[in-house]
């Protein structure tokens, strides 16, 4: 497979509790992204990387989260001391240098109860 | 003012008719238009992209863009049942990030 690819695609946890989700972009794309979705809306920016670099956090990443692109590759985004307002469906895309379309990952639906 | 807006829908057709899609952007720096389709539970999957004013089509798939209008159609001929999602229209405004609408949900009945 090819394509964008997100871990876990469910994940339920207890309010206060930290996760981590992974995203393995489409291979030698260097810019990656991490969107939101809350139900009834469209994908809300969160943050992007080129290579390993992050360039671009949205006011929306609160001190909670954190992304992390350590060798350009694979990209980690953790959520510490959930809420429930964290519930929702994170997003991952890639794209390279040269095309304009980037293509989004299965996503990893998140429930916090 | 919402950056790119959509109408919510549903917006209903039935099959074989021709379905319409409008989007209105705020930002005049915009550089790229995107249509991505997300079907209930999914991921969105792109359609097609356009960046110069004028049509653009792809089989079924037509893109227009109006710059001077702000404005980006998306027409979806001989709709199919299958063809009933949520249709997400998206702006590149140059600074890397793609800034969606809420999407319009289409409905194409038999």
């Known amino acids: 497979d090819t394509g964008v690819s997100q871990d876990p695609r469910h994940k339920i946890t207890k309010r206060g509790q930290n996760v981590t989700f992974r995203c393995d972009p489409i291979?030698?794309?260097?810019?990656l992204y991490w969107y939101r979705q809350t139900l009834g809306q469209g994908p809300e920016f969160l943050t992007y990387?080129?290579?390993?670099?992050?360039?671009?956090k949205s006011r929306l990443l609160s001190d909670r989260f954190s992304a992390e692109r350590p060798k350009g590759s694979f990209s980690t985004l953790e959520i510490q001391r959930t809420e429930q307002g964290d519930s929702a469906m994170y997003l991952c895309?890639?794209?390279?240098?040269?095309?304009?379309?980037?293509?989004f990952g299965q996503g990893t639906r998140l429930t916090v109860v | 003012q919402k950056e790119v807006e959509q109408n919510s829908g549903p917006l209903s057709v039935p099959e074989g008719a021709i379905a319409s899609l409008n989007c209105t952007y705020s930002?005049?720096?915009?550089?790229?238009f995107f249509w991505y389709r997300q079907y209930s539970g999914k991921s969105p999957e792109l359609i097609m992209f356009?960046?110069?004013?004028g049509d653009k089509e792809d089989g079924r798939f037509t893109a227009q863009l109006n710059k001077a209008s702000q404005y980006v159609s998306l027409l979806i001929r001989d709709s199919q049942p299958s063809d009933s999602a949520t249709y997400l229209c998206?702006?590149?405004?140059?600074?890397?990030?793609?800034?969606f609408g809420t999407g319009t949900r289409l409905l194409v009945s038999p």
């Open positions: 356009i960046y110069s004013n």
């Open positions: 930002d005049r720096g915009s550089q790229s």
């Open positions: 291979s030698e794309h260097n810019r």
């Open positions: 998206a702006v590149n405004t140059g600074f890397q990030k793609l800034v």
């Open positions: 895309a890639s794209k390279n240098l040269v095309n304009t379309e980037a293509f």
């Open positions: 990387f080129q290579n390993e670099a992050q360039l671009e």
